[in-house]
């Protein structure tokens, strides 16, 4: 299966690196944000549900809640400023494919991660609902 081609992907968009991770579950990964990268998510396996939250100055609040995986398999390109979280809500291990724009931690891993975390800040009006 094709998860990602660069004639069709969004314009501009250029993966730097890909990683495949497994979340058990019921576990949750995130919610975060990115200051510059973009990550492009390939969820193919298992069954999760994928939050997405808009953070960006002068943008229209805004958060959907999507099932992907299995039942509905996508890639998700999710642009700096956007909050974004997924949870396995499957029954067994399920897997994503993340190709994101930039490096983590930078070349050779001497920069500082990309990564505005949200799971604790009271401001946040994001939150994941229990399992």
Known sequence: ??????DLGPEGFRPAMGYLSVTRPGIARGPHEHRDQTDGFAFLSGEYELFLWENRPGEAEA???????????????????????????????????????????????REPVDEIRHEDTPESRFRLPEA
């Open 1 to 6: 299966m094709e998860f990602y081609r660069d």
């Open 63 to 109: 958060s959907v809640r999507l099932r992907v995986g299995e039942s509905n398999p996508v890639f998700v390109v999710v642009p700096p400023g956007v909050v974004h979280a997924y949870r396995n809500v499957g029954e067994s291990d399920a897997f994503v494919i993340n190709i994101p724009n930039r490096l983590y931690a930078g070349w050779m891993r």
